[in-house]
């Protein structure tokens, strides 16, 4: 089946710090991916769309300046979360979608395994 | 824009009985999937089930089935025969391009 590999799957910075986080889609080619941030025993929320050879599509409310997504091919999005600070810990997650044979909207999203970020 | 509501934060289940979960969503528009997702502790995101909105039958999937109401815009879960293995956060979605997730229920599944 589809997999989506997310790394690093736990990462330790400074405060001030820039932190990338890497989002592959291994066997299949994702124009789009998506990104959510996951507080402790809350929801995923969805902070951006990745879109690939364009500009990703912020949530409102999301700073674009301090999460910096890159989809430069159709296997690699990162997400670069910039002078850091200890509110931005969280868990953070990846995900796409294999359209392949499928309505684009009945295909499953494939999730990373998250990266757990913490800020000092 | 679309929400998904989650109305159970917490629920438990004894082994081998069955549990409903239940979901409802807001939105405007005709066709669209639903889906339930399960996040085990490892924090793993497994798609449970999933449903078009333009097919009246409720999916099944072995041991897990939906009760899918579009007039009433609900989307509930029900697991049967219960096992440990099924303790998890589970997560209701909907989706056009993009997923949208509720809140989550906390299923805990007792020996």
């Known amino acids: 089946g589809a997999v989506v590999s997310q790394h690093p799957s736990r990462v330790i910075c400074k405060s001030g710090t820039s932190v990338k986080i890497e989002c592959r889609s291994l066997?299949?080619?994702?124009?789009?991916m998506f990104w959510y941030r996951q507080f402790p025993k809350q929801s995923l929320m969805l902070m951006a769309t990745?879109?690939?050879?364009?500009?990703?599509?912020?949530e409102q409310g999301v700073e674009k300046d301090k999460f910096l997504i890159n989809h430069a091919s159709l296997t690699l999005s990162t997400l670069t979360v910039t002078s850091a600070h200890p509110e931005d810990s969280s868990f953070y997650i990846c995900s796409a979608r294999d359209p392949k044979g499928q309505r684009l909207g009945y295909s499953p999203l494939h999730f990373g395994n998250g990266t757990r970020l913490t800020v000092t | 824009a679309q929400t998904v509501t989650q109305s159970q934060p917490e629920m438990s289940v004894q082994e081998a009985e069955t549990v409903t979960l239940s979901c409802t969503y807001d939105t405007s528009e005709s066709n669209y999937y639903l889906f339930w997702y399960k996040q085990p502790p490892s924090r793993q995101m497994i798609l449970v089930i999933r449903q078009e909105a333009y097919k009246q039958q409720n999916a099944t999937e072995n041991r897990f089935s939906v009760n899918f109401q579009k007039a009433a815009k609900s989307f509930s879960l029900k697991i049967s025969d219960s096992q440990l293995g099924d303790t998890a956060m589970y997560f209701c979605?909907?989706?056009?391009?993009?997923?949208?997730f509720g809140a989550g229920t906390r299923l805990t599944v007792k020996p």
């Open positions: 979605a909907f989706t056009r391009n993009d997923m949208r």
């Open positions: 990745s879109n690939e050879g364009s500009k990703a599509t912020y």
């Open positions: 066997d299949f080619q994702a124009t789009t």
